[in-house]
């Protein structure tokens, strides 16, 4: 598994970009919605604590993750420096997280082969709630917080680039 033995919110702080003065955007979805607040707020407070402005943070929700590459196409139309995508799929009795995950990672994995503006891949898909707790601020550590230091890391990555 990804996340075995690895601890979502750990990283080196030096080698973090500063944040201030970014403009970033989340979009999160509202199904499993105590999992995905949870994530929200450590994205939110992790750019925070790198100096991106609250005012410069734009919170967008749509209703699931199937919505997400909707809502992250949009956002990145809009004056933002890299776009936050959170939601959770957890595995039910048909195929048809599969089906989620795949359509949301292929969807935002086109916007960031196609758009100048960063697309950060926040979404879990786990086989239930407990893995999800886990990842959301729990024993490995919250997925927010590790995508708030990737969009920093991406701004500084495209503001370096030429
Ligand atoms: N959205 C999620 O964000 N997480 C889920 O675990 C999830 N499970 C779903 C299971 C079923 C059977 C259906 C029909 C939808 C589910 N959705 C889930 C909602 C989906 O992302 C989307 O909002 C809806 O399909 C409407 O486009």
């Not at 598994?1 to 403009?23: C, E, F, R, W």
């Not at 595995?91 to 994995?109: F, K, N, S």
Request: proline residues 3%; hydrophobic residues 40%; negative net charge.
């Amino acid at each position: 598994m990804a996340t075995q033995n690895h601890n979502l919110s750990d990283y080196d702080i030096n080698k973090v970009p500063d944040g201030t003065g970014m403009k970033m955007g989340i979009v999160v979805a509202e199904w499993n919605e105590n999992i995905t607040a949870a994530l929200l707020e450590g994205a939110k407070n992790t750019l925070m604590k790198h100096g991106v402005y609250p005012e410069d943070i734009t919170v967008k929700t749509v209703p699931g993750s199937f919505e997400l590459i909707y809502g992250a196409a949009q956002m990145v139309k809009t004056k933002v420096d890299a776009v936050i995508a959170i939601g959770c799929v957890i595995r039910g009795e048909t195929p048809h997280d599969r089906y989620i995950c795949q359509g949301v990672t292929q969807g935002l994995a086109h916007l960031n082969a196609t758009q100048d503006t960063p697309v950060i891949y926040g979404l879990i898909t786990t086989l239930d709630m407990e893995q999800a707790k886990d990842r959301a601020g729990g024993k490995l550590g919250n997925k927010g917080d590790e995508c708030a230091v990737t969009a920093l890391k991406m701004v500084d990555f495209m503001r370096k680039k030429d």
